[in-house]
């Protein structure tokens, strides 16, 4: 079994900033792959960002240039820091992870990921 708990949504205005964690447990501790996905209201889930391997990443264009992914394995954490956040980033974040290396191929598919943690939710106002 494998877990992912995420943390650190909330309420921010435009511009400002936000840090999500990630824990992971079980299997999904140094999984290949993890990344984060997003979803807004009545939308369908959308890929944001990817960690694989030591430091391969690959990032949305919507969000390349102000998010930035990392983890740090010691303590079997991914984050997704957030910066210049525009209200069109609100949704809930998801973060995911595959021990296999599939995701370097179809990193923006859901397919790509078998585990999943449960979301946090983050709002920005403008």
């Known amino acids: 079994q494998g877990q992912l708990v995420e943390s650190g949504g909330g309420s921010v205005q435009a511009g400002g900033s936000l840090r999500l964690s990630c824990a992971a447990s079980?299997?999904?501790?140094?999984?290949?792959?993890m990344g984060w996905f997003r979803q807004a209201p009545g939308k369908g889930r959308e890929w944001v960002a990817i960690?694989?391997?030591?430091?391969?990443?690959k990032y949305a264009d919507s969000v390349k240039g102000r998010f930035i992914i990392f983890k740090d394995s010691a303590k079997n954490t991914l984050y997704l820091q957030m910066n210049t956040l525009k209200p069109e980033d609100t949704g809930m974040y998801y973060c995911?992870?595959?021990?296999?290396?599939?995701?370097?191929?179809?990193?923006?598919?859901?397919?790509?990921?078998?585990?999943w943690g449960q979301g946090t939710q983050v709002t920005v106002s403008s």
């Open positions: 995911a992870a595959d021990p296999t290396s599939r995701c370097t191929t179809f990193w923006w598919s859901e397919r790509s990921y078998s585990f």
């Open positions: 079980g299997r999904t501790i140094n999984a290949y792959c």
């Open positions: 960690i694989a391997d030591a430091n391969w990443k």
